[in-house]
């Protein structure tokens, strides 16, 4: 018997485009950037950012993937609160300076632990080459007056929150503008959930 020694680890190989961010194949009618339909309820907005890696280097060749409520704090889905009208999810490809961005509406405050109301906030995915696992992390609002009783974001140390929340910056094609930097490692690393 031939020992071949211990093989590469490739967790998404070289075809992680494919089927995975839209705009390369036009899957847009199903999944994309844009979650606003015409019946959507809620403040449009755009969000944007960059995904960096620890040297603060660009991720490219990334996906980030958004899962929210709309602004009545609805999921979509078919129970008897949810919005069937809203997409609610959202992906977009990292480009070769690692930017990314989704043109949305703020979402409502949604139930929590307990059933204590939980700031306004958008789910996060980030998948990228040589990641085995997805990160998981959430995007809450600067200024949001429920930032300060949200029982999820209370469990991040204080000094930690900031890489969560989205600072509001101007406008971007005519919509309030966040801008949210993920960073995946190193100084000002963006907080991570398990899941």
Do not use: C
Request: aromatic content about 10%; overall charge negative.
């Amino acid at each position: 018997m031939v020992e071949r020694g211990i093989t590469p680890s490739q967790t998404i190989g070289p075809f992680f485009h494919f089927s995975l961010t839209p705009s390369d194949y036009d899957f847009r009618g199903i999944i994309g950037d844009n979650l606003v339909t015409p019946d959507v309820v809620g403040e449009p907005i755009r969000i944007a950012g960059r995904l960096l890696d620890g040297g603060g280097d660009p991720v490219r060749d990334a996906m980030i993937e958004i899962w929210q409520a709309d602004g009545a704090g609805r999921y979509p889905g078919r129970e008897a609160r949810a919005n069937v009208a809203f997409k609610g999810l959202g992906r977009a490809a990292t480009s070769k300076e690692g930017v990314f961005g989704f043109t949305t509406v703020k979402p409502g405050a949604v139930p929590g632990p307990e059933d204590r109301p939980q700031a306004p906030h958008i789910n996060v995915g980030v998948f990228a080459r040589g990641m085995l696992k997805r990160l998981f992390t959430r995007i809450y609002f600067d200024g949001e007056p429920g930032n300060e009783a949200d029982a999820i974001l209370a469990l991040v140390p204080a000094d930690r929150r900031a890489t969560l929340i989205a600072r509001r910056d101007g406008v971007s094609d005519g919509l309030p503008l966040f801008v949210f930097d993920i960073r995946l490692q190193g100084e000002r690393e963006t907080v991570f959930f398990e899941a």
